[in-house]
């Protein structure tokens, strides 16, 4: 039997239909909200309903299909103030501080599997140097806060399990490379759970477990804005 070669454009078409009806089936179709009700952000951006992160805004009418490379733009990262504590008591727990040894953990991890992740991508390319055809992705973490005791003997650990690693917020800025003008927004705060309902804190568990969770979160940015360069938003009825 003869198997017929699928061309790009056919392969591409194909899949937007696979894609259409998973996102059918789970009913989470993004919708751009429009009319005289819509939210508009303060810089014309519209908001986005049914969007697997908390809020999503893009520009109306927007059209990335001439944008086929990303130049990926770290913003920092800022943590909660929390205070210290030698004993955890549960009625007043806020998080543990994190000394700079932790924090450069976390932003060198940060960086390298959100590059990792993006750079996945079969739609983008990664570069580094403004163009006609290049976006400018600009992502920050803020409100970020640890769960896990630190890795000395200044919180009692004997009895302690945690089913959360902590949480952050991610803020991501989608925007023309060349003329700075914002074309997509998103926020997604995110608590990092663990693969299983609770762990012991120690180092290497818990930063097995931060990083899947990393990886996990990039993936569902990359799909996000694959769809977006591939599918237009259709108007919230």
């Not at 640890?146 to 004997?158: E, I, K, L």
């Not at 089913?163 to 952050?168: F, N, W």
């Not at 477990?209 to 108007?235: H, Y």
């Amino acid at each position: 039997m003869m198997v017929k070669k699928l061309g790009r454009d056919e392969m591409k078409y194909l899949l937007s239909i696979v894609l259409v009806i998973l996102l059918a089936a789970c009913s989470i179709t993004p919708t751009i909200q429009t009319g005289p009700n819509a939210q508009i952000s303060y810089d014309g951006l519209a908001k986005v309903n049914n969007t697997r992160v908390n809020s999503a805004w893009v520009r109306p009418g927007i059209d990335l299909s001439a944008y086929d490379k990303l130049i990926l733009v770290g913003a920092g990262i800022k943590y909660r103030s929390v205070r210290d504590a030698s004993r955890v008591y549960l009625s007043n727990f806020e998080g543990f501080p994190l000394d700079d040894e932790q924090r450069n953990y976390i932003e060198t991890a940060v960086r390298e599997i959100f590059t990792e992740g993006i750079a996945m991508s079969d739609r983008f390319e990664i570069v580094d140097v403004p163009g006609p055809d290049t976006l400018t992705l600009t992502g920050s973490l803020i409100d970020v806060v640890s769960n896990t005791p630190p890795p000395d003997d200044t919180v009692d650990t004997v009895y302690f399990r945690i089913s959360q690693l902590g949480e952050a917020t991610l803020i991501l800025e989608l925007s023309d490379s060349l003329s700075g003008q914002s074309l997509a927004r998103a926020t997604d705060k995110r608590i990092f759970e663990p693969s299983v309902r609770e762990i012991d804190p120690n180092i290497i568990t818990t930063r097995f477990e931060f990083e899947r969770e990393l990886r996990v979160w990039v993936a569902l940015i990359r799909n996000g804005l694959e769809t977006l360069a591939d599918m237009p938003l259709l108007p919230a009825d």
